[in-house]
T-cell receptor, first 114, second 113 residues
Framework: GAGVSQSPSNKVTEKGKDVELRCDPISGHTALYWYRQRLGQGLEFLIYFQGNSAPDKSGLPSDRFSAERTGESVSTLTIQRTQQEDSAVYLC????????????FGEGSWLTVV | KQEVTQIPAALSVPEGENLVLNCSFTDSAIYNLQWFRQDPGKGLTSLLLIQSSQREQTSGRLNASLDKSSGRSTLYIAASQPGDSATYLCAVKFAGTASKLTFGTGTRLQVTL
């Protein structure tokens, strides 16, 4: 596709349920990032994938959060046993390589935990 | 700690004015710096990317400068228009943390008629 695609665009879930968020990066992009943005706050880094290297998971806030990516394709971010503080927009981004290139963001998945 | 700060947090200007948004960062060892725009309820749109070896980048009415030694970048917007109203985010890729961008909290710009 032309840009980074994320789904669902909006998700309302009950506290305690699991949710899966999906990201389709721009074709050919080797690097993929997940960020979280709570209402009125800045972007928090969650996790980064680069090709077949081990992901940088240093930003994941708890063990309820996990993410997977197969090769250079789709990534899924899973949040288990959701809590109200997980309510945020989850933004995915991709780029051609790690350090030198422009990073392109998707429109985000807006998660509300009630 | 590697941090990015943006001042002011909010700015309102009349249409047609030139304006400058400021970004400062705590560590001069960077790979690059990127300016984004975020519209309400939307994702981020990349505006300009400045590599560590560059001093400035221009795109249309936008000009971004980089002064690594002082840990500063500015985004200059010429002849502002109501359509420029958005939140502008500065993000730095610090050396040694090539896996992520560190974002400032943004400047919320409103251009009035």
């Amino acid at each position: 596709g032309a840009g980074v695609s994320q789904s669902p665009s909006n998700k309302v879930t009950e506290k305690g349920k699991d949710v899966e968020l999906r990201c389709d990066p721009i074709s050919g992009h080797t690097a993929l990032y997940w960020y979280r943005q709570r209402l009125g706050q800045g972007l928090e880094f969650l996790i980064y994938f680069q090709g077949n290297s081990a992901p940088d998971k240093s930003g994941l806030p708890s063990d309820r959060f996990s993410a997977e990516r197969t090769g250079e394709s789709v990534s899924t971010l899973t949040i288990q046993r959701t809590q109200q503080e997980d309510s945020a927009v989850y933004l995915c981004a991709s780029s051609f390589e790690v350090s030198g290139n422009t990073i392109y963001f998707g429109e985000g998945s807006w998660l509300t935990v009630v | 700690k590697q941090e990015v700060t943006q001042i002011p947090a909010a700015l309102s200007v009349p249409e047609g004015e030139n304006l400058v948004l400021n970004c400062s960062f705590t560590d001069s060892a960077i790979y690059n710096l990127q300016w984004f725009r975020q519209d309400p309820g939307k994702g981020l749109t990349s505006l300009l990317l400045i590599q560590s070896s560059q001093r400035e980048q221009t795109s249309g009415r936008l000009n971004a400068s980089l002064d690594k030694s002082s840990g500063r970048s500015t985004l200059y917007i010429a002849a502002s228009q109501p359509g420029d109203s958005a939140t502008y985010l500065c993000a730095v890729k610090f050396a040694g943390t090539a896996s992520k961008l560190t974002f400032g909290t943004g400047t919320r710009l409103q251009v009035t008629l």
